[in-house]
């Protein structure tokens, strides 16, 4: 099936560093979603990018479909304690009707005071 | 309130048993999908249904059935084919074509 390879894998930061994870895949998507999941909860939806090269920020996170459609990014700025969780990011591919959502294995981020 | 209900959050069940684990939404969502995680492995796709009696296998549906026979209710059945069935189990909702996917809060199910 499709695959999403996401890293780093995991991160290990200081509170006010900026935080880089990306997404890559051999398939090309239409929609790139990014979720962040604390312990024993569901994901929840951060950003939704829908065109190749498109930029979006929500507060302090910023996400790009990649000019490619194969890959994705989100950056955090100036991380606080409470960016702690795992963030996943996810792929729509609309192929031949298809409403197949794929994601990657997430970027657990530990953020140290 | 409007959203997608998973119940129950914990599931306890003997080895060998089916379980049905229950996944709602009052969105008026068109899709829905069933996701297993277990640690480190991130989500996985069990099934999805892009409309009313009608679904797709995911990538890991061996051992499990769904039906879709309203537009709101999309339950899984974790038979006893499946053989390592103790995960969380996900459960998630959205509109047709380029829109975003919302999820529910999981059903956390362990076969003793």
């Known amino acids: 099936g499709q695959q999403l390879n996401q890293s780093p894998q995991s991160m290990f930061i200081q509170e006010g560093e900026d935080v880089s994870m990306n997404c890559t895949s051999s398939s090309i998507f239409n929609t790139w979603l990014w979720y962040k999941q604390e312990p024993g909860e569901g994901p929840v939806l951060l950003i939704a990018l829908y065109k190749a090269g498109e930029l979006t920020s929500n507060g302090r996170l910023t996400a790009q479909f990649g000019i490619t459609r194969k890959d994705s990014f989100l950056n955090i700025s100036a991380s606080i304690p409470s960016d702690v969780g795992i963030y996943f990011c996810?792929?729509?591919?609309?192929?031949?009707?298809?409403?197949?959502?794929?994601f990657g294995k997430g970027t657990k981020l530990t953020v140290n005071p | 309130d409007g959203g997608i209900t998973q119940s129950p959050k914990y599931l306890f069940r003997k080895e060998g048993q089916n379980v049905t684990l229950s996944c709602e939404q009052n969105l008026n969502h068109d899709a829905m999908y069933w996701y297993r995680q277990d640690p480190g492995q991130g989500l996985r796709l069990i099934y999805y249904s892009q409309i009313v009696n009608d679904f797709q296998k995911g990538d890991i549906a061996e051992g499990y059935s769904v039906s879709r026979e309203k537009k709101e209710s999309f339950p899984l059945t974790v038979t006893s084919a499946q053989k390592n069935p103790t995960a969380f189990y996900l459960c998630?909702?959205?509109?047709?074509?380029?829109?975003?996917?919302?999820f529910g809060q999981g059903t956390r199910l362990t076969v003793v």
């Open positions: 998630a909702s959205k509109w047709r074509a380029n829109t975003e996917a919302f």
């Open positions: 996810a792929g729509l591919n609309l192929q031949g009707g298809s409403e197949k959502l794929v």
